[in-house]
């Protein structure tokens, strides 16, 4: 089993995501206050290992959220979206999902992707 967590940052912490995005976390904030912001969330492990508070899995399952605001120059949460898929799918994970979702505050985006893949080691 490996540390999902770090094995995600790794991966997104890629040339291609961060020349676009301000923000890259591993965790919700109370608020989001710098756009675009990129949050990835381990969605479906089971922590064999709970005393360490950290995620060790050999299926990966992950949540990936993408907020921006809808004004000139901010790429879209699609665009974001595309770069992401593409880091993904280089490291051998599907989409299960990917949808736009309604944000309450006007002038931001959402859109949330879903990504899965079964760990060989």
């Excluded at 299960?96 to 006007?106: C, F, G, K, W, Y």
Aim: proline share 3%; glycine share 0%.
């Amino acid at each position: 089993m490996i540390n999902v967590k770090e094995l995600i940052c790794t991966i997104l912490n890629d040339s291609r995501l961060t020349s676009i995005v301000e923000d890259i976390l591993d965790a919700y904030p109370n608020s989001i206050e710098v756009f675009p912001t990129v949050i990835f969330l381990d969605s479906n492990q089971s922590d064999t290992e709970f005393a360490d508070n950290k995620a060790w899995a050999d299926v990966c399952e992950v949540t990936v959220h993408i907020f921006t605001k809808a004004i000139e120059n901010y790429p879209t949460t699609s665009q974001i979206g595309m770069v992401v898929d593409e880091i993904m799918k280089e490291n051998y994970f599907t989409t299960t999902s990917n949808m736009e979702v309604a944000d309450p505050i006007d002038d931001v985006r959402h859109r949330v992707i879903n990504f899965r893949k079964i760990l060989l080691f």
